[in-house]
């Protein structure tokens, strides 16, 4: 059974800098591709970023890049996002997403695979 659980969230201040961690668990992951995710209350779900399998392609919501960084390290089966720069608007849960195939897509509904979120909130 394929697990993902996410950690590393929390509150911090703007300006401030978050990493956010996604573990997988159940099978290796070195040819699927992994994406975050995040849903602010009342938002629909949206795209943060993406990497393909074996981290050749990465993709970044046009509001993160430059702040957001997408890693992989198949052998330790982890999903990284280190944020900088956070806004307030960054505020939201923030989703781990798994999909067994070597594209990343920017469509949740590419990803067979969740984990239950973690909070980052960006306050003063």
């Known amino acids: 059974q394929v697990q993902l659980v996410e950690s590393g969230g929390g509150l911090v201040q703007p300006g401030g800098s978050l990493r956010l961690s996604c573990a997988v668990s159940g099978r290796t992951i070195s040819n699927w591709a992994m994406g975050w995710f995040r849903q602010a209350p009342g938002k629909e779900r949206e795209f943060v970023a993406s990497?393909?399998?074996?981290?050749?392609?990465?993709t970044y919501e046009d509001s993160v890049k430059g702040r957001f960084t997408i890693s992989r390290d198949d052998a330790k089966m982890t999903a990284d996002l280190q944020m900088a720069s956070l806004k307030p608007e960054d505020t939201a849960v923030y989703y781990c997403?798994?999909?067994?195939?070597?594209?990343?897509?920017?469509?949740?509904?590419?990803?067979?695979?969740w984990g239950q979120g973690t909070q980052v909130t960006v306050a003063s």
């Open positions: 990497i393909s399998a074996r981290g050749l392609f990465r």
């Open positions: 997403a798994a999909s067994d195939g070597w594209v990343a897509t920017m469509d949740p509904n590419g990803y067979g695979y």
